[in-house]
């Protein structure tokens, strides 16, 4: 029983690590750039 517990909390992990890389893993702050145009360094 404690093994499944084991497995399920490594499946969890891996579920919330692979949905982290590909929400943060491109962005260079972190953050999308704003819709309005307001980053004037990245719109120049």
């Known amino acids: 029983m404690t093994l499944l517990l ?3 909390l490594g499946a969890g ?3 919330i690590g692979i949905i982290w890389w590909t929400m943060f893993s491109g962005r260079p ?6 819709a309005n145009g307001q980053d004037k ?4």
């Open 29 to 34: 702050d972190g953050d999308p750039p704003s």
């Open 13 to 15: 992990l891996l579920f």
């Open 41 to 44: 360094d990245k719109n120049s």
């Open 6 to 8: 084991i497995e399920a």
